[in-house]
């Protein structure tokens, strides 16, 4: 039973545009997450965090949006880059310390 | 940031070998360290957690005497894959964090191949 779904394996957007990368979970316990990036033979690197008591979390080029309601969240990447392409997951816990709980990621192709 | 340095990047070996891996909080104190694995197109997989000073836990389904986990120190942990086969070839990466909601570093992984 995945607990953390990321239904899109694949994702090409062009450089400039908006990536928006989805994740849906099913443990109403979870109140913290996270995206991570990974590029091949690397481990993940953290990008942004939100916890439950927010909706939405902005670094950067980077927003997280949390719709507890609907057990979803997103990331989304304005402007796209190329340097962006790798796999983004999706990860939860339902505290700040304990395992992390992955989706499968998506691969996120930014096209010159 | 928050680094942590895993050691090696990639084995080799026969099978029956032992391999340890070694994970390191570089810059911080790692109260709590991680392992997962993943297979390819898969999504990373929990193994077990460590606190420093004590003994490992170990998800469901994951053998215990065969992973062995060490965390003597805040700043590293082991994991020994015992007696490996070619069916123990994934990617183990590491992770650690240092305090309570804060997110999780990982280490770049160790890619074991088993022959």
Redo the contacts between chains.
Sequence with gaps: DQQVKQNSPSLSVQEGRISILNCDYTNSMFDYFLWYKKYPAEGPTFLISISSIKDKNEDGRFTVFLNKSAKHLSLHIVPSQPGDSAVYFCAASDSGNTPLVFGKGTRLSVIA | GAV?S?HP?WVICKSGTSVKIECRSLDFQA??M?WYRQFP??????MA?SNEGSKATY?QGVEKDKFLINHASLTLSTLTVTSAHPEDSSFY?C?A?S???????????T?LSIL
Excluded: A
């Design positions: 942590v895993q990047s109260t709590t991680f197109k898969q999504s990373l997989m929990l957690t998800e990466i992770s964090i305090s309570y909601n804060q997110p999780q570093h990982f280490g770049d992984g890619r």
